[in-house]
């Protein structure tokens, strides 16, 4: 697949550092938002019919050129509350290491990164932890993230994507990373929060909720693709909200992953028009599952709802 980018300097992917936003998780089966777990959600916003569907996260990035890992991520994911609980608020810590030498980072277009981890190398299984990061104006971004299981010891390779599947939108509050020490010491407060997310983030905050762009054809300068449903019963589409789409699919003797992000273009009146930023991933069919390429392309038309 040819690489051809058309980024402008606001969309360069945001990376390192700490980032606020929300972080939806949703099921790779049928796209649906999976709901909190009851243990994390105040029980009068269950009965007000106010549950959240996502969590807010304040995250912190670090790149490493020397160490033994290409970065470590630290995630603080806030627990909704209510009342005096917005003062002080409930949290979990999380960390996240891509190794080196089992991470695979491809960044060859200024907007996309890919964080491509195998975390279990078994002989006939393998467990790999696959991050697409595309870059928003404002250092925004939207990160999707899943974990896919590949069996060779089927009759041909099975490649399953394994739940949840997490979105997650992000904007860079600092490009110097606090390691993760926001709630060291307690007393992380609402205002802090919300402060850190920003203005504009904050009109996303019932993403996970909104339906994702529908089943359609895109209409592109140079070739027209069927995003959605396929006679092919190999053919996995999952769109989900945020505007992405992911799909998994066996091509001959290759499966075939694509993470697609649909940008909708600010000057025209049709929100259907925009531009779609694809990244692929071709697994070969048995064998070295754990070698994969990773290509791009990016098509300016209009998707066909």
Not at 114 to 141: C, I, Q, S, W, Y
Not at 258 to 267: G, L, N, P, T, Y
Not at 289 to 297: D, G
């Amino acid at each position: 697949m040819p690489i051809k980018s058309t980024s402008t300097s606001s969309e360069v992917l945001a990376i390192g550092g700490d980032f606020a936003g929300y972080v939806g998780k949703f099921s790779p089966s049928n796209g649906a938002v999976i709901p909190l777990p009851a243990y994390m959600v105040p029980q009068e916003l269950v009965e007000w019919g106010q549950e959240p569907s996502i969590l807010e996260i304040l995250v912190s990035e670090e790149l490493s050129s020397t160490d033994d890992f290409i970065l470590k991520r630290q995630t603080i994911s806030v627990l909704p509350a209510i009342g005096c609980g917005v003062d002080n608020l409930e949290s979990t810590r999380s960390e996240q290491v891509f190794p080196r030498g089992k991470t695979i980072v491809w960044n060859d277009v200024p907007s996309i990164r890919t964080n491509d981890a195998v975390m279990d190398d078994k002989d006939t299984v393998h467990t790999l932890e696959l991050e697409t990061l595309f870059g928003l104006p404002d250092a925004h971004r939207i990160r999707v993230s899943l974990t896919m299981t590949i069996d060779n010891t089927k009759d041909s390779s099975s490649h399953r994507l394994e739940s949840p599947i997490r979105v997650q939108l992000e904007r860079q509050s600092s490009a110097t990373s606090s390691q993760g020490t926001r709630t060291d010491g307690g007393g992380l407060d609402g205002r802090t929060v919300s402060t850190l997310i920003g203005e504009s983030l904050k009109k996303e905050l019932k993403f996970a909720e909104r339906p994702p762009l529908t089943k359609g054809t895109w209409k592109s300068t140079t070739t027209t693709t069927t995003i959605g449903d396929s006679d092919d019963a190999a053919l996995q589409a999952i769109h989900l909200p945020g505007n992405v789409t992911i799909t998994n699919c066996k091509n001959e003797e290759k499966w075939i992953l694509q993470v697609s992000h649909f940008v909708a273009d600010s000057e025209s009146d049709n929100p259907l028009t925009g531009s779609l930023r694809i990244v692929q991933r071709t697994f070969p069919g048995g064998g070295a599952a754990v070698e994969w390429t990773t290509t791009y392309s990016e098509e300016t038309g209009e998707f066909v709802a």
